[in-house]
């Protein structure tokens, strides 16, 4: 089973900040990770795969980055639409294992 | 523009069979470009992935969960399903559906949730 960890678990911003967070494989999944923006009530949705492609649409504020075992994903300029909870997917294996979650919460 | 909905009981006795129904409009099971998936989430366990099928009938599924889970396809009716059996409050979420896309070796690969249905909440009690 190859897990993932996501830190911080939660993290404060204003609208205008950069903010980055980080996910952890518990083995190498290459690039094979995928991001996602929850918001209350909704869906997941898909943002980023391939640990850097931007699904098409996303705003290009969104941005992704790593290999091997560790990754980011990074939110230049927040928004207040951007304020949600990320997650990340792991799909080496097939499993497609997802970190526990950041919620992004307004200072 | 593609759209999965989720149907089936929103509540479920312990010990009986969940069962549950994706309809897919927009887009066509049988044109084999994509798998199909389903997902759970729970506020113990976050996201979990459950099944994914391909048109043709191949499964893949959560080693955790695969002794009591069945995912199918009828591409007939454009629709995929999932049924768990003996279920306990533990399965207790909201279920999604989902369309798995990527590649490996230029074939179409069960990687990523690139749309995914509005979700439903079934609720495992007496």
């Known amino acids: 089973d190859i897990q993932m960890t996501q830190s911080p678990s939660t993290l404060s911003a204003s609208v205008g900040d950069t903010v980055t967070i980080t996910c952890r494989a518990s083995q190498d999944i290459s690039t094979w990770l995928a991001w996602y923006q929850q918001k209350p009530g909704k869906a997941p949705k898909l943002l980023i795969y391939?640990?850097?492609t931007l699904k098409s649409g996303v705003p290009s504020r969104f941005s992704g980055s790593g290999s091997g075992t560790g990754f980011t994903l990074t939110i230049s300029s927040l928004q207040s639409d951007d304020f949600a909870t990320y997650y990340c997917q792991q799909y080496k294996s097939y499993s497609g294992s997802f970190g526990q979650g950041t919620k992004l919460e307004i200072k | 523009q593609l759209q999965l909905k989720e149907s089936g009981p929103r509540l479920v006795k312990p010990s009986e069979t969940l069962s549950l129904t994706c309809t897919v409009s927009?887009?066509?099971?049988?044109?084999?470009?994509?798998?199909w998936a389903w997902i759970r989430q729970t506020p113990e366990k976050g996201l979990e992935w459950i099944a994914t099928i391909y048109y043709s009938g191949s499964t893949y599924y959560n080693p955790s969960l695969k002794s009591r889970v069945a995912i199918s396809v009828d591409t007939s009716k454009n629709q995929f399903s999932l049924k768990v059996t003996s279920v306990t409050a533990a399965d207790t979420a909201i279920y999604y559906c989902?369309?798995?896309?990527?590649?490996?070796?230029?074939?179409?690969?069960?990687?990523?949730?690139?749309?995914w249905g509005q979700g439903t909440l079934v609720t495992v009690s007496s």
């Open positions: 927009g887009d066509f099971i049988s044109a084999g470009t994509y798998y």
């Open positions: 989902a369309r798995q896309g990527g590649y490996r070796s230029v074939l179409p690969a069960p990687e990523y949730f690139d749309t």
């Open positions: 391939k640990a850097s």
